[in-house]
């Protein structure tokens, strides 16, 4: 089985301000099950980032409702900035300003609609 489509259903969590962000280590482990992402800080945040392809702007636009429909299923946000022929997401936890698994769930997610 694949191990981030096991990733992509789980359900994620509520996430409070007291919820623990991920360690360094548990980034690293997690990153080997969303290909193509990428961890980065930026103001201090750390995120996972990932930009998709498009053929146009209409399939990226597509793309991006998908995306927010199964972000607001899940109640978890990402930000998303779309643009002719790609979508960059990120994906973070505002309310602990960090990385939380439920991240991870939603980055394994967004491969799935980009995939299916």
Request: glycine share 6%; hydrophobic share 35%; charged share 25%.
């Amino acid at each position: 089985m694949n191990i981030d489509h096991d990733l992509a259903t789980e359900t994620c969590e509520a996430c409070r301000k007291d919820a623990p962000r991920l360690t360094a280590q548990q980034i690293e482990t997690l990153l080997v099950e969303v290909p193509g992402w990428q961890w980065k800080k930026a103001e201090g945040i750390d995120r996972l980032e990932k930009e998709y392809a498009f053929s146009n702007f209409l399939t990226a636009l597509a793309f991006t409702n998908k995306v927010g429909e199964m972000a607001e299923k899940r109640d978890h946000h990402p930000d998303i900035l779309t643009s002719w022929g790609r979508v960059k997401l990120t994906w973070y936890t505002h309310a602990i300003g960090g990385l939380h698994r439920n991240d991870f769930r939603c980055a394994a997610a967004s491969d799935q609609l980009y995939n299916g």
